[in-house]
């Protein structure tokens, strides 16, 4: 088993920045493909950016692509997401996710653990 444990998260002016961090405990995730998810209220879960188990590939959504960063350290057992230039619309909770599977990086279907999220909110 993985327990994912988000933090970083928190209030900031559009145009802002944060850092948000995904710390694994349980077992190393220096094999698994690792995720962040946010949800709005009243909106579906949306996929927001993937990595690979070594870092050296990744994959972002539109919406968050040249603004956000996804990294890991994978002796620390942790990633991370680095947001630049943050939208009111960036406001979600955000949430990791950890995983071996066929599934797409895109779906959370991809995705066997999960974190239990950080409210991060865009004011304008």
């Known amino acids: 088993q993985v327990q994912l444990v988000e933090s970083g998260g928190g209030l900031v002016q559009a145009g802002g920045s944060l850092r948000l961090s995904c710390a694994a405990s349980?077992?190393?995730?220096?094999?698994?493909?690792m995720g962040w998810f946010r949800q709005a209220p009243g909106k579906e879960r949306e996929f927001v950016a993937a990595?690979?188990?070594?870092?050296?590939?990744?994959n972002y959504a539109d919406s968050v692509k040249g603004r956000f960063t996804i990294s890991r350290d994978n002796v620390k057992n942790t990633m991370y997401l680095q947001m630049n230039s943050l939208k009111p619309e960036d406001t979600a909770v955000y949430c990791c996710?950890?995983?071996?599977?066929?599934?797409?990086?895109?779906?959370?279907?991809?995705?066997?653990?999960w974190g239990q999220g950080t409210q991060v909110t865009v004011s304008s």
């Open positions: 996710a950890a995983g071996n599977t066929v599934w797409s990086v895109r779906s959370p279907r991809a995705y066997d653990y």
């Open positions: 990595i690979n188990w070594s870092g050296g590939w990744n």
């Open positions: 349980g077992r190393t995730i220096s094999t698994y493909t």
